[in-house]
């Protein structure tokens, strides 16, 4: 239990800490495709300026937009189940657990398809080969490893609800059973007799 604890929070730290990472690569990339410039034109009478403005391809501004998403999503997924069982502000019940499983697993499914596709558009482009542009190179070896943490975050949040690994966080206890942590309502005490009451239906009969 504690170790796929530790292996969690270290796994969302990592996505978080690359997610950054990811993020002032791409926005940094993004300014560069943006940014305006002066060629020269020249007729056959006469030279003149023209400002050229720049534009981003749709891999980087998709990218730039999954790395967000990566950074705030993170954040949320590794504080939210945290803060239930830890804290114990919020009483853990069965369909708050298959909520949070919901939410956590489509999120490291969908992060993951973005950082797989991301890189292997970038590849494509590149036909396998290395860029010249080292920018380039660290963008997708990021995304490459973006791609793998979530993965692995995805297993883990299998395995943790099929009861094969324990937790105490919700969105990764079992679905097999009712949380630990989940309390029944109290049922009313029945009234205990004393001890020196005469059953019911003897005292009928004495009458």
Not at 86 to 107: D, H, P, S, W, Y
Not at 159 to 184: M, Q, R
Not at 187 to 198: I, L, R
Request: hydrophobic share 55%; charged share 15%.
């Amino acid at each position: 239990m504690l170790a796929l604890h530790i292996t969690l929070a270290a796994l969302l730290g990592t996505a978080l800490v690359f997610g950054i990472i990811e993020l002032g690569l791409v926005a940094y990339g993004v300014s560069l495709y943006t940014k305006s410039y002066t060629v020269e034109e020249c007729t056959l009478y006469s030279c003149y300026d023209e400002h050229v403005h720049g534009s981003a391809p749709a891999i980087t501004i998709f990218m730039l937009f999954s790395a967000i998403w990566t950074v705030l999503g993170t954040v949320v997924a590794a504080v939210l189940p945290w803060w239930y069982a830890e804290k114990k502000r919020v009483l853990v019940t069965k369909q708050m657990n298959q909520g949070c499983f919901a939410g956590l697993i489509i999120f490291y499914f969908v992060t993951m398809v973005f950082w797989l596709a991301s890189f292997a558009d970038i590849a494509s482009i590149l036909d396998g080969e290395t860029s010249v542009f080292d920018i380039i190179n660290a963008i997708i070896a990021f995304a490459v490893l973006l791609w793998l943490v979530f993965m692995a975050l995805f297993i883990l949040t299998i395995l943790a609800v099929c009861d094969v690994l324990k937790s105490e966080w919700p969105g990764y206890l079992s679905l097999k059973e009712t949380s630990a942590t989940t309390t029944t309502p109290a049922t009313e005490s029945q009234p205990v007799p004393p001890a020196d009451a005469e059953p019911k239906s003897e005292a009928v009969a004495s009458e």
